[in-house]
């Protein structure tokens, strides 16, 4: 799962269009529905606490989107 361009400035949307989501990764489970992932990310997107880029995305950016997060590290544990 991924943003096609323009991507929403936020902190946990990567300038590819990647999503930082622990569900998406290392807490996705086959019982999860499209609509529990469409919610997750709605919930993370109006939560945001400020309009900015992730911290890492100028090391993430070029990579091509939507591939498996299992080496991904999530900054954040409240989303």
Excluded at 38 to 58: E, H, V, Y
Excluded at 62 to 77: L, R, S, T
Aim: net charge neutral; hydrophobic share 35%.
């Amino acid at each position: 799962v991924f943003f096609l361009n323009p991507t929403p400035r936020h902190e946990h949307v990567y300038t590819n269009g990647d999503i930082c989501l622990s569900l998406l990764g290392k807490d996705w489970r086959p019982i999860m529905t499209a609509q529990s992932i469409a919610q997750a990310i709605f919930s993370i997107l109006c939560g945001a606490q400020r309009k900015s880029l992730p911290m890492d995305n100028a090391r993430h950016a070029g990579n091509k989107p939507g591939q498996k997060q299992d080496d991904w590290v999530y900054h954040d544990d409240n989303c």
